[in-house]
């Protein structure tokens, strides 16, 4: 069994920071690309911004120069850091990544189950 635990979400001013986590454990081979996704009430998941293990980063237009993705390969970790934060941010964050748990499987998305942010004053 593959887990993906994320932390680090909660209520927040305009303007602040907040920083979220997410491990990977469980039955892992090995883990490619990982990364947020973030669903406000009433629309659909969203890309956030990914990372592979190398380091090449993507990130959606809307959070570029505010949020910073970063992963640990050797503990299987995966952050966010949000700065700047806008109520347009609200929303439940979901970590992502592609595991292959035996050298001959073939690589499936794993989800977190969220966590929630709200950027309020």
């Known amino acids: 069994q593959v887990q993906l635990v994320e932390s680090g979400g909660g209520l927040v001013q305009p303007g602040g920071s907040l920083r979220l986590s997410c491990a990977a454990s469980?039955?892992?081979?090995?883990?490619?690309?990982m990364g947020w996704y973030r669903q406000a009430p009433g629309k659909e998941r969203a890309f956030v911004a990914t990372?592979?293990?190398?380091?090449?980063?993507n990130y959606a237009d809307s959070v570029k120069g505010r949020f910073t993705i970063s992963r640990d390969n050797a503990k299987n970790t995966v952050s966010l850091q949000m700065n700047s934060l806008k109520p347009e941010d609200t929303a439940v964050y979901y970590c992502?990544?592609?595991?292959?748990?035996?050298?001959?499987?073939?690589?499936?998305?794993?989800w977190g189950q969220g966590t929630q942010v709200t950027v309020s004053s």
């Open positions: 992502s990544a592609k595991i292959r748990v035996r050298p001959w499987t073939s690589e499936t998305p794993y």
């Open positions: 469980g039955n892992i081979y090995s883990v490619n690309a």
């Open positions: 990372i592979t293990p190398g380091g090449i980063t």
